[in-house]
């Protein structure tokens, strides 16, 4: 039987772009199933692979990851019982009080790991070969030349060559910023061409770059990374959604654009008894990975991930999931 561990889940999932937690037990008080050291994997969908405790446990971590996976930002969770007196404090640390906890306490450490932004460079000339190399030391992932499905932006830097064949492709795969490199003069004479529709134009930057007074390939590539830089972190641009423009039914391209994985925002989840509202950040493919539903455990309040492997009841025609069989149990007696 072959096993994989959880580093070399890790690295799968990296080297396939999905986005994924990676949760490591840092301390462990007993009674608890989990020790110092066991980790897991928890991918957009909820799903847990590895151990970090038992399902209450589970419960909490699922629902802190995904709360990790939308803001980017790491998280120590306490998962805790009721009465927890003796349990080292921990400044700045998410706490969960598990109700149904069977005594113990734990300290998961959450480290979301989302794919780097991706960048289309389109042309082979000296600004072309820069846009690549700077981008790469700026921790970008570079596409495959002629490739815009998932591109957060790309940038064409051709200086007259295919250039209609590139801003056309990343049109129609829904890139958000398309960057020409050229002159006011020329880029305009190419765009009227095209016959673009307003929300295209849109999304293009003739002359594209921040005006720094660049004059080598190398300070244009800064401008034109840094106009990028800016509309990621202040314009809110994101990877590329599918679209299934009027053109690319036109040439047939309809069919496979609807298979490029369009990405959306996972909605707030609560953690706890209380619901805790993260900002958008992160966008989570949702034709791979569907961000997990959650319902709330009507015996002790935990928010439950609804899974396949959720205990579930029907009372009086309505739905409820529980955090385990024991809470189950209670609520249908009852």
Known sequence: MTTTSTAERARQLTNQRKPFVHATVVRAQEPTSARAGDDAVILADGSIEG???????????????MGTL????????????????DFPETPGALVVVNPCHSGGAIEIFLRPVLPKPLVAVDGTTPIGTAVA??????????????????????????LGRDEERAIRGALDAGVGLIALVASHKRAAVVLDAMELSEDE???IRPHAG??????????????VLAEIVREMRVGGLAAARKAASSHAATHGEAAALAKEPEFVAGPTLPIGPAAVE???????????E????????????????????????????EDYWFCCPGCLKKFTAA
Do not use: W
Request: glycine share 10%; proline share 9%; aromatic share 4%.
């Open 51 to 65: 151990f970090v405790g038992g399902s209450c446990a589970e419960t909490s971590v699922r629902a802190a990851a």
């Open 290 to 317: 569907t961000p997990a539903a959650t319902a709330i455990d009507p015996v002790c309040g935990m928010t439950v991930t609804i899974g396949p492997d959720t205990p579930h009841g029907v009372v009086d025609g």
């Open 201 to 203: 134009r849109e999304r």
């Open 70 to 85: 939308r803001d980017g930002n790491t998280v120590l969770l306490r998962v805790l019982p009721e009465d927890a007196a």
């Open 278 to 288: 993260m900002p958008f950040a992160v966008q989570i493919p949702a034709a791979v």
């Open 210 to 223: 921040l005006d720094i007074g660049a004059r080598t390939p190398k300070e244009i590539a800064l401008a």
């Open 133 to 158: 190399e700077l981008a790469t030391f700026l921790d970008f992932e570079i596409a495959p030349p002629g490739t815009y499905a998932g591109v957060t932006a790309a940038v064409v830097a051709g």
